[in-house]
T-cell receptor, first 113, second 114 residues
Framework: GQQLNQSPQSMFIQEGEDVSMNCTSS?????WLWYKQDPGEGPVLLIA?????ELTSNGRLTAQFGITRKDSFLNISASIPSDVGIYFC?????????????FGQGTILTVHP | EAGVTQSPTHLIKTRGQQATLRCSPI?????VYWYQQALGLGLQFLLW???????NRGNFPPRFSGRQFPNYSSELNVNALELEDSALYLC?????????????FGPGTRLTVL
């Protein structure tokens, strides 16, 4: 079945540093989404990408939909303590998987002040 | 605008019992999705309901079932609970096409099976 490989699994950075994480898949996805989950809460949608090659920003966050449609990355610039949390990529393949988002395993981000 | 709401926040059951979890979507959203997030694992797709019908189902046994009501709220039922059913159950909602891919999540129900 479809799987998303998300890396790195965890990151420990200093406040002010930039962060980069990515997701890869062996199959094609039509949509890539990036979510952030804080402890005890549900994931919050950060960015949605719909076209191969698309580059989208949301404040300090920038995400790209890979040209091959099999990968995506998320960058966070000038990290701040409230960026702490778990970041998930999610892909939508369509077809018989309609309605189903496939999630990566998550990247745990820790920001030291 | 209110987000997706779920109840209860926490639920404790024993093996073999049944659990019922509830979800109210964002106003105007007609699709409701259920995901399971077990400890240390990512989110796994369970079910998708739209306009009262089950539209798609993940790789879970039939004892996981649900329904969607005319007001678009939804219920997830888990029968014959097993220890490994302990997880955070997340509900999400979305608009219909073409924005259906943007799913917005509720805070989840933490189910503990003893």
């Amino acid at each position: 079945g479809q799987q998303l490989n998300q890396s790195p699994q965890s990151m420990f950075i200093q406040e002010g540093e930039d962060v980069s994480m990515n997701c890869t898949s062996s199959s094609i996805f039509n949509t890539w989404l990036w979510y952030k989950q804080d402890p005890g809460e549900g994931p919050v949608l950060l960015i949605a990408l719909y076209k191969a090659g698309e580059l989208t920003s949301n404040g300090r966050l920038t995400a790209q939909f890979g040209i091959t449609r099999k990968d995506s990355f998320l960058n966070i610039s000038a990290s701040i303590p409230s960026d702490v949390g778990i970041y998930f990529c999610a892909g939508f393949a369509g077809g018989t998987s309609y309605g189903k988002l496939t999630f990566g395993q998550g990247t745990i981000l820790t920001v030291h002040p | 605008e209110a987000g997706v709401t779920q109840s209860p926040t926490h639920l404790i059951k024993t093996r073999g019992q049944q659990a019922t979890l509830r979800c109210s979507p964002i106003s105007g959203h007609t699709s409701v999705y259920w995901y399971q997030q077990a400890l240390g694992l990512g989110l796994q797709f369970l079910l998708w309901y739209d306009e009262g019908e089950e539209r798609n189902r993940g790789n879970f046994p039939p004892r996981f079932s649900g329904r969607q009501f005319p007001n678009y709220s939804s219920e997830l039922n888990v029968n014959a609970l097993e220890l490994e059913d302990s997880a955070l159950y997340l509900c999400a909602s979305s608009l219909v096409l073409p924005a259906a891919n943007e799913q917005f999540f509720g805070p989840g129900t933490r189910l503990t099976v003893l």
